[in-house]
């Protein structure tokens, strides 16, 4: 087979797909362009479509480019308005050109932001796919195409013979779709059903800080550790460290579901992240974090810490998350301790100081400090200033939420239901968020 470059009449601009995470953790996709060729296009005919169909094959055409290196199913081509998902390619001759058989993909990138009740109505034909989460009821197809970042109350209404991908967040909001869709729908992000826009920590009055490691923009790296992780809380307590052999490493994907974390490492260490503003004077009331504990043994080997203040002015000053040396449990503290026994599991209603083994897996704990906690400063993954006894955390950190003023239950369990959802957790039975993340 030989290349006939006189049937190369079409310009097909060649894409490469980036995915990344917005602050809800649902996939945001964009394509860049590597390179517009001249193509030629054939349809596959009846016969062959069929043929095509029956060994499970996606394929409905050939398109035809010169040979260039590196092309393969992870690239599409955009060709006349319509997108072409790579599904195989052959040589063609000596490195004259490329035969890649492609299916359509239907409508152009899609960044989706929808809010309200979702309604489908009409037929689908074709493959359903989740690839995140999936809450809620579908009834028919539906037909997208563009850029979608809508407020409440949208109506839309079309059909598409192809596949339809949608890549972001449909979630909460008045959206009517209706049309006719035959082919792949592919749904990547989260969708789910409720009543409003999703609640974040950027709505808690008094915040004291927040830490937030799916925020890539809040972290700062050196040789793959992370040096500062930024406050988002608007008071510019960022933690960071200057020693870079105290500083944890990034996973880009070390979380369950391929998210992001900050990994302290399962053995001993000293690493840590801290902020100290040289005088005393905060409160870090109430304290949320979402993280696990990687050591496999039954009890804390010392006072390893996740959370607490950073100078000491006592003995047990600013004791907040210990683990208790020999023991299951957080270490109390005493006098001087943000959280005098009320440590919270999962959006447990009960108190409980017990840890292990139930933070040998990814968990979220509050700790309720009675009083003004009068702090100098935060220390994340390490006890305080200690620096010499082996006190770092060993496990994985994902966010750090704390409250500087008393807030009521409601409050705290909307803070829960936020990060549970965000980060996988499991919330315990008959917590108020338990199926569905917070909304406005």
């Given amino acids: 087979m030989a290349l006939q470059a006189g049937r190369l009449d079409r310009r097909a601009r060649i894409e490469r797909k980036a995915v990344t995470r917005d602050a809800y953790l649902a996939e945001v996709v964009s394509w860049a ?27 409905d055409c050939e398109i ?27 040589e063609i001759g000596r490195r004259e050109g490329l035969l890649l058989r492609c299916s359509r993909a239907g409508s152009l990138p899609i960044t989706l932001q929808l809010r309200g009740t979702l309604a489908l109505a009409g037929g689908l034909a074709g493959r359903l796919r989740v690839e995140r989460h999936l809450s809620g009821g579908f009834v028919g197809g539906l037909a997208l195409t563009g850029d979608l970042k809508t407020s409440p109350a949208v109506h839309l209404v079309g059909a598409v013979q192809g596949a339809l991908l949608l890549a972001g967040r ?4 008045g959206v009517t779709l209706s049309g006719t869709l035959t082919g792949a729908l592919t749904l990547s992000g989260i969708l789910s059903a409720g009543g409003g826009n999703l609640w974040t920590p950027a709505l808690q009055s008094d915040l004291a800080l927040w830490l937030d490691a799916a925020d890539a923009g809040t972290l700062t790296l050196d040789a793959g550790a992370v040096s500062t992780w930024a406050d988002k809380s608007g008071n510019a307590r960022h933690v960071g460290e200057v020693n870079a052999s105290r500083r944890p490493a990034y996973q880009a994907a070390g979380w ?14 000293v690493k840590r992240l801290f902020y100290d503003p040289g005088v005393a004077g905060e409160d870090y009331r109430i304290n949320f974090v979402v993280a696990v504990w990687d050591d496999p043994g039954s009890t804390f080997p010392t006072y390893n810490t996740l959370f607490g203040g950073y100078a000491q002015t006592g003995l047990n000053s600013g004791v907040c998350l210990a683990g208790h040396q020999s023991n299951t449990g957080w270490f109390t503290g005493g006098a001087g301790a943000w959280h005098a026994g009320q440590t919270f599991h999962n959006g447990a209603v009960a108190a409980d100081l017990t840890a292990l083994p139930l933070i040998q897996s990814p968990f979220i704990v509050r700790a309720d400090s009675a009083a003004a906690t009068n702090a100098q400063g935060v220390c994340i993954g390490n006890n305080r200033n200690y620096i010499s ?20 239950l409601a409050d705290k369990q909307r803070i ?5 959802h965000k980060w996988g957790i499991a919330l315990a039975a008959g917590h108020p968020h338990e199926a569905a993340a917070p909304t406005i």
Avoid: H
Wanted: net charge negative; glycine share 10%.
């Fill in 33 to 59: 362009e590597v390179a517009t060729v001249w193509a030629g296009k054939r349809d596959l005919s009846g016969r062959e479509y069929f043929a095509a169909a029956a060994t499970q094959s996606e394929v």
């Fill in 416 to 420: 829960e239901g936020y990060l549970a």
């Fill in 64 to 90: 035809t480019i010169r040979w260039r290196a590196g092309i393969g199913p992870e690239l599409r081509l955009v060709m006349d308005g319509a997108i072409y998902d790579i599904e195989s390619v052959t």
């Fill in 389 to 408: 006894n082996n006190y770092g955390w060993r496990g994985r950190v994902a966010e750090v939420v704390s409250v500087s003023t008393a807030i009521n």
């Fill in 170 to 173: 449909l979630v909460d909001a």
């Fill in 256 to 269: 369950p579901g391929d998210l992001p974390c900050l990994d302290w490492g399962s053995a001993a260490n």
